[in-house]
């Protein structure tokens, strides 16, 4: 790390003490202004423990006036150090603090704070934006109701909580519920509502709205149809009932996230509400309602319950990722959805879990909390709730998140207490399941079998060994949950799934009474986040590709199949006879989902490559990697091209367009096999494809295999035509682009588009299209001349001074550097050294490039 550089000290769970004081109520006035906004604030404080009044206050905030009931204080009585402001008077055990800033929001590139959004006044507090609002204790432990009065010509005017009184140029709001400051949000702006009500479980009517900037009311439909079904949802599945008369969702366009869970007034990133069948994609819609759910179930799982510090984020992130996931299970296919999620947490968690930023779900130390809003704590955190699940029985789990609502409604927890209700309710033991939670990497599981033909008895020995990584080195043997079925060769399931628990470094479980040697069908459902080991044939892959009853896993053996072909390719092998005739299975099958079938059909990625290739002790080269992708689909394309055909034609939904699974499913096999077939029609049907769309699923899969192809020109100048007024889709046209380029392209053309009148670079959303996309082109991100390194360096650089929070997050392109050859690897140096030599680095970006330099 440069010298001149020196990251923060880090904060450690460790060090956690309870605030000294409590919060009775926040009252806050704020008057809106872009250049001076003002913004008073009155606390009511009770002392509860020893210790200074300390309150956190951002930079940029301009302290005019403090004040003990009523009384000024003087310079003298306050120190102000840093993003903190320390009261050194003496203090009464109850009293009222008042305080008086002004913020500039329109100076706020952040998207942190109070900041302007084409016009709008937004918030965005998590993890710590209030204090760039008003000085307070910033930490989640602090809950308290807080009453908002606004002041603003503006026609809406939004905070959280229940309406109070409305006048021209005024708002009062009221939230009962104590609520951290991360929860805090207020929106003013010209706005348009869709409404609608919802009448809870208990008979309340609630009021429900979507507010869109004006033209935009038409594209807001399905985002309010998503949280009605969510709400229904949570009511059935969980008993959790909305507890306020207004549920608000804002869009907004320049959002650093998805999305936001302030308490009854929901925050958007405009691309996560805003869908049309002629400008979102089938993708789009899903992670609409996705989306909309995650932060609609954060009511009950984040908020009436919230987290004692960031360390333990994962306590609400995952438990409310796994819901969401539930509920997308619910409205979906469960196995697609199992399926979807499993290759996301490979390409992304694993990826995480096996490089320089592995961390365990719950952190123990961290610089900058907004680096650890990951795939660790997200989406692992919710295997691990899921494993916890699936160890307690769904009953168990019923019994404690029941306790989990009851004893800790209103508390700020910790991942103990969550543990905790689960021993109480269940009467097991957790100590051992908690390694999850505090010991980084990806457990690797061995399995091996031994048959004994004479007495019939199969023994399946596992063994399981974790990594080390960054400060972990020993790490003890997991409880892991191993699903497991038994096939006879004839393909009947001779044992249903039994839940194996691996508890022990080595273990071995005996099955008898066998009559013929059963084949192994391991890791249902992805029962555990954990790489699985084992020796098979392609004929076992492909038998348990035909055979397997359960969805995940069949499908695991037909991407196993796919995988082990190529990795063979790599190694100079030609594709074997059984993965071409599984695909030609797959291209026969009318009976199956077509959604499944179009999993099936996809290739891994170049990333999944490169990570079995290092995993196996190899240097992976991207461009050989791209080399033998290219190489398989032509080689399908050739041996199925009338079956591919047929695909094409039979894949058409009948009737209107609509996003539901069923619809999408059909589209997506499509585009699978059009991504197939353009690779030996020199995209002739692609193109046609591209003509007659009707619907942005297929205009953009179309597109996107034009430009794989090196065919796109005329249909990338037709695209940006037809779409350049909507924002959206130009993010797309963006991305769609850089994803897609042939790797000797990728960067030069990265390079032409940030030159592009439409590159606004300051929007999140067109940044990470461009450098996003960029970076998803992995032969073309990894070119041997370090240019898509030294673009990114440049444009973390540029993108830090503006947005902090962004360059850190795009910066973790970087973090599988190491993995590649010296060439590559010196490349990936320099760009991370001069990054990290780069005067005035944000706290964010210095964390993150620190640690991915090692
Ligand atoms: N809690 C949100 C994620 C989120 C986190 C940070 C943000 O700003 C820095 C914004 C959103 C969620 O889980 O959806
Ligand atoms: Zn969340």
Not at 280 to 300: C, K, L, M, Q
Not at 355 to 376: C, K, M, Q, W
Not at 595 to 620: I, K, M, N, V, Y
Request: glycine share 6%.
């Amino acid at each position: 790390m440069n010298a001149s550089h020196p990251v923060p000290a880090p904060q450690r769970l460790e060090d956690y003490r309870p605030y000294p004081f409590a919060i009775k109520e926040v009252r806050l006035d704020v008057t809106l202004d872009p250049q001076a906004s003002r913004v008073r604030a009155d606390l009511d404080l009770t002392r509860q423990h020893d210790g200074d009044l300390v309150l956190d206050i951002g930079k940029a905030v301009t302290l005019d006036r403090l004040a003990v009931d009523g009384s000024d204080l003087d310079a003298a009585d306050w120190t102000r150090k840093g993003e903190t402001l320390t009261i050194h008077r003496a203090l009464p055990q109850s009293f009222t603090l008042s305080s008086e800033v002004t913020i500039d929001p329109a100076a706020n590139t952040t998207c942190e704070g109070l900041y302007l959004s084409g016009g709008i006044f937004c918030t965005q507090c998590e993890a710590e934006g209030f204090r760039h609002i008003t000085p307070y204790p910033d930490r989640p432990d602090v809950m308290a109701p807080f009453k908002v009065t606004i002041h603003s010509d503006l026609p809406v005017l939004l905070s959280n909580g229940n309406p109070v009184a409305q006048a021209p140029g005024r708002a009062e709001w009221s939230d009962p519920w104590p609520k951290p400051p991360y929860l805090f949000a207020l929106v003013a702006g010209d706005l348009r509502a869709i409404s609608d009500t919802f009448t809870t479980m208990s008979g309340r009517e609630v009021d429900l709205n979507v507010w869109v900037r004006p033209g935009d009311e038409d594209r807001a439909g399905y985002a309010m149809d998503s949280l009605i079904r969510a709400m229904r949802w949570d009511e059935r599945v969980y008993g959790r009932e909305y507890d306020l008369d207004v549920f608000n969702i804002v869009a907004v366009d320049d959002f650093n996230m998805g999305a936001m869970e302030n308490k009854g007034l929901n925050i958007f990133n405009s691309k996560l509400v805003l869908a049309s069948p002629e400008t979102a994609t089938d993708g789009d819609y899903e992670r609409i309602e996705s989306v909309i759910a995650h932060e609609y179930f954060h009511n009950w799982t984040g908020n009436r319950i919230t987290c004692r510090d960031w360390f333990q984020l994962c306590l609400k992130e995952g438990l409310t990722v796994f819901r969401d996931q539930q509920f997308t299970s619910d409205m979906r296919s469960a196995a697609v959805k199992r399926i979807d999620d499993v290759v996301t947490l490979r390409a992304r968690q694993f990826r995480e879990d096996q490089g320089p930023l592995a961390h365990p779900v719950r952190p123990d130390s961290y610089v900058e909390i907004n680096n650890f809003y990951t795939a660790t704590v997200y989406e692992k955190g919710a295997e691990v709730i899921g494993m916890l699940k699936r160890l307690v029985g769904d009953e168990g789990y019923a019994k404690a998140l029941d306790l989990y609502f009851e004893r800790h409604d209103g508390d700020a927890a910790t991942i103990e207490d969550w543990l905790k209700v689960f021993e109480d309710a269940t009467g097991r033991d957790l100590a051992q399941f908690k390694r999850w939670y505090t010991d980084a990497g990806t457990p690797i599981v061995t399995m091996k079998e031994d048959w004994d033909a004479e007495h019939g008895v199969l023994t399946l020995s596992f063994s399981q060994q974790t990594p080390s990584t960054p400060g972990q080195t020993d790490k003890p043997p997991r409880v892991i949950p191993m699903a497991v079925g038994l096939i006879s060769p004839n393909g009947d399931e001779v044992l249903p799934t039994q839940m194996l628990e691996i508890d022990q470094a080595e273990q071995s479980f005996r099955f008898d009474g066998l009559a013929t040697r059963p084949m192994v069908s391991a890791l249902r459902d992805f029962s555990a986040p954990v790489v699985l080991r084992r020796e098979l044939t392609d004929a076992d892959r492909a038998f348990l590709f035909a055979h397997d009853r359960d969805p995940f896993a069949r499908w695991e053996a037909g991407r196993d199949l796919a995988r082990a072909t190529l990795l063979a390719m790599l190694d100079g092998g030609a594709p074997g006879p059984e993965y071409l005739a599984a695909i030609g299975r797959v291209l026969a099958d009318r009976d199956a989902d077509p959604a499944f079938l179009a999993l099936c059909l996809r290739l891994p990625s170049a990333e999944e490559l490169a990570q079995a290739r290092s995993e196996a002790g190899h240097t992976p080269d991207p461009d050989a990697i791209h080399a033998v992708r290219e190489e398989l689909a032509s080689v399908i394309a050739r041996t199925h091209q009338a079956e591919l055909d047929r695909v094409l034609t039979d894949t058409v939904p009948a009737g209107d367009y609509s996003p539901d699974a069923g619809q999408a499913g059909l589209r997506a096999l499509r585009l699978a096999a059009l991504g197939l077939v353009t690779r030996i029609d020199g995209g002739a049907r692609a193109q046609a494809i591209y003509d007659g769309a009707t619907n942005m699923t297929e205009r953009a899969g179309a597109l996107a295999a034009l430009i794989a192809a090196g065919a796109g020109q005329d249909a990338v100048a037709d695209f940006h035509d037809r779409f350049k007024d909507v924002r959206l889709v130009v993010d797309m046209w963006f991305m769609l682009q850089a994803a897609n380029a042939r790797p000797d392209r990728a960067v030069p053309l990265a390079r032409e588009l940030a030159a592009h009148p439409d590159f606004d670079w300051k929007n999140p959303n067109r940044f990470r299209a461009l450098i996003g996309g960029l970076s998803a082109n992995h032969a073309g991100f990894h070119a041997a001349d370090g240019s898509g390194y030294d673009f990114l360096a440049d444009w973390l650089l540029r993108v830090d001074a503006v947005n902090p929070q962004i360059a850190a997050r795009m910066s973790g392109a970087f973090e599988t550097w190491a993995r590649y050859d010296e060439t590559r690897k010196a490349h990936a140096k320099a760009a991370l050294d001069r990054i990290l030599a780069t005067p005035d680095l944000s706290r964010n970006l210095a964390e993150m490039a620190g640690r991915i330099r090692g």
